[in-house]
């Protein structure tokens, strides 16, 4: 609050205030740098996970193009990274979509062999934003750097969940949001290895060198203090939060699975511990959507989704879900619930008992 009122200053400003701002800047970058295991001239400040994505992908492509046009990734990766790989194919550049197996994991024989010598980069996403799919990304980064590849990984759901040591995974570039973990929507940062294999990567921003020249523009000093706090509660709070989350999420998952023609889609094994993605046969998902969050309804308000946020517009079914195996009427009989921090156990009954009344009376209407 203090930075949205009367610590207002530029950080970039020489005067007091300006060096005040400079300080509390300083202060989050080392706060980030220490929750993922990094040093702080590997933070960079972006606008959040998108715009991470972006300068890292679009960065290497242009920076490492003298060693290849060839960039790997997986069909089941937010639409940040498919759709820059997308635009990346407009510019002559050759982009392989790894496929996965029906749980959502990659078959790594799979990955291996479709590196060459010309791929720059494998990106693959830390955990599914969709499923909570876990993929194996140590494993993954040895695989690039053995084929002489950069590695990145979308950790956007991950950080601030896990415990993640950029230099124990030895990935070369990470992508995070802050509101994955309790920051304000707009702040992100980007992770760019400096030590052993220091990156170089072009700006995609021109105009102040902000942000050791890759990112140029004011500081959002606000939302950076924010990230920065919000990292150092998460370091501290791990262990604690996520169990208490798992046993919310599992309660409820238990509860939800007694509904008839419900299952669970992807790895239950590998997966993060506060994601459900659950298929209820016969049932549309948007209808269940909009009437678990009926405001004229004497219900309590329920937010669950279908897939990801960032696509809610696209009536295609989930890319995720379908590149798992499920068809197109599967893939619109899916739900994913997220449960966080605030959530807690006596939540849990209404929750389930209010998904499986709206699932009963959505089918009953179903015309045999």
Do not use: W
Not at 146 to 165: N, S
Not at 252 to 260: C, F, G, N, P, R
Not at 278 to 288: C, H, K, P, R, T
Not at 304 to 314: E, L
């Amino acid at each position: 609050m203090p930075y949205l009122t009367y610590e207002f200053a530029n950080a970039n400003s020489t005067h007091q205030f300006g060096l005040n701002a400079y300080d509390a800047v300083k202060t989050a970058r080392k706060q980030v740098a220490e929750l993922i295991g990094a040093e702080t001239n590997e933070i960079i400040f972006t606008s959040g996970a998108t715009e991470a994505i972006n300068l890292a992908i679009k960065g290497v492509a242009e920076q490492y193009a003298d060693n290849g046009k060839h960039i790997v990734t997986v069909a089941t990766e937010h639409s940040a990274v498919l759709d820059t790989c997308k635009y990346l194919e407009t510019k002559g550049y050759e982009v392989t979509y790894l496929p996965v197996e029906r749980d959502g994991l990659l078959d790594k024989e799979v990955v291996k062999n479709r590196l060459r010598d010309d791929t720059i980069l494998l990106a693959v996403m830390y955990a599914n934003n969709e499923t909570g799919v876990l993929q194996p990304i140590q494993e993954l980064a040895a695989m690039a750097h053995e084929a002489g590849a950069l590695f990145m990984t979308d950790a956007t759901q991950a950080v601030g969940k896990l415990r993640i040591d950029v230099q124990e995974l030895n990935v070369d570039l990470l992508c995070m949001s802050g509101h994955k973990f309790y920051a304000p929507k707009g702040i992100g940062a980007l992770y760019v290895r400096q030590r052993g294999r220091r990156l170089k990567l072009p700006a995609l921003l021109h105009g102040g060198g902000h942000e050791r020249g890759l990112r140029s523009g004011t500081l959002n000093v606000p939302g950076i203090v924010s990230l920065g706090k919000a990292c150092e509660l998460a370091l501290k709070e791990m262990p604690a939060n996520e169990k208490h989350i798992r046993t919310l999420r599992d309660r409820l998952e238990a509860e939800l699975l007694e509904i008839e023609g419900a299952s669970v889609n992807g790895s239950t094994t590998h997966r993060l511990y506060n994601t459900s993605n659950i298929l209820l046969e016969g049932v549309d998902s948007d209808a269940l959507i909009l009437g678990l969050s009926n405001s004229e309804s004497d219900e309590p308000i329920i937010a669950i989704s279908n897939g990801s946020a960032c696509t809610s517009a696209n009536i295609e079914p989930s890319h995720v879900l379908t590149s798992m195996g499920l068809d197109d009427l599967a893939a619109f009989s899916c739900i994913r619930i997220s449960l966080g921090t605030p959530n807690h156990d006596h939540e849990l009954t209404t929750v389930s008992g209010s998904v499986s009344k709206l699932v009963n009376n959505l089918r009953s209407m179903i015309i045999r």
